[in-house]
Each structure stands twice: as structure tokens, then as C-alpha cells.
């Protein structure tokens, strides 16, 4: 079984940073496209970013440019910096492990899922 823990959130004014970290069990992390996802209030679920277990990165227009993604398969781990945040950004955010080579955008083809964690943004 795979299970991920996120870490990392809190709150933070305009212009800050976070590293969100998402650890994760199990074997063959390296075969796991992994990706991060948001959810605002009232809003659906998005994507953020997504990394192949080659290191291969995509990120939301939304997020590019000031938000990176990486992984450390060593240390099966998955990484979010985050940057120039914005009052907007405010979300839970989550990460995700697909069994899939190739990382999606659909959400449907992660097959787990964090618990979550919160990301405040103030102005």
C-alpha cells in the first residue's frame, strides 16, 4: 500500500515562500509519476504541477514561473517550492501518485492521495 504525507503548509503574507514536501511509502517510488493539486474554497480541485519519475516537470500556467516541482527518489519525496506567493494561492493542497510512467493531468488516473495541507496566503 502507498500512503503520502504532506508537509509544509501554513500561513504566510503576499510575496513569501513555502516548500511543501510530500513523503511517501512504499516500493518503487521512482516508478510514480507524482503530481500536486489544489483546492480552494468553493472551487474545484486543480492541478499544479506534475513530475515523471525521470524528472520530466509541468506546471499550470497559474503557478509557472514562480512555483517548482521536484522530487529526490532517494528519499522518496516530492517537493513544492513555492514563490512570489499570492492571496490567490490560498488552498489545501495535495499531492498524488500515479502508477502510470507518464505524469497526467487527470486526476482520475492518480491512484493516491494525501491528506492534504493547508496553504494561506495573506494580503
Known amino acids: 500500500q502507498v500512503q503520502l504525507v504532506e508537509s509544509g503548509g501554513g500561513l504566510v503574507q503576499a510575496g513569501g515562500s513555502l516548500r511543501l514536501s510530500c513523503a511517501v511509502s512504499?516500493?518503487?517510488?521512482?516508478?510514480?509519476?507524482m503530481g500536486w493539486f489544489r483546492q480552494a474554497p468553493g472551487k474545484e480541485r486543480e492541478l499544479v504541477a506534475i513530475?515523471?519519475?525521470?524528472?520530466?516537470?509541468y506546471h499550470a500556467a497559474s503557478v509557472k514561473g514562480r512555483f517548482t516541482i521536484s522530487r529526490d527518489n532517494a528519499k522518496n519525496t516530492v517537493y513544492l517550492q513555492m514563490n512570489s506567493l499570492k492571496p490567490e494561492d490560498t488552498a489545501v493542497y495535495y499531492c498524488?501518485?500515479?502508477?502510470?510512467?507518464?505524469?497526467?493531468?487527470?486526476?482520475?488516473?492518480?491512484?493516491?492521495w494525501g491528506q492534504g495541507t493547508q496553504v494561506t496566503v495573506s494580503s
Open positions: 498524488a501518485a500515479s502508477s502510470l510512467s507518464i505524469p497526467s493531468m487527470n486526476q482520475d488516473l492518480y491512484d493516491y
Open positions: 512504499g516500493r518503487a517510488f521512482s516508478d510514480y509519476a
Open positions: 513530475i515523471s519519475g525521470g524528472g520530466s516537470t
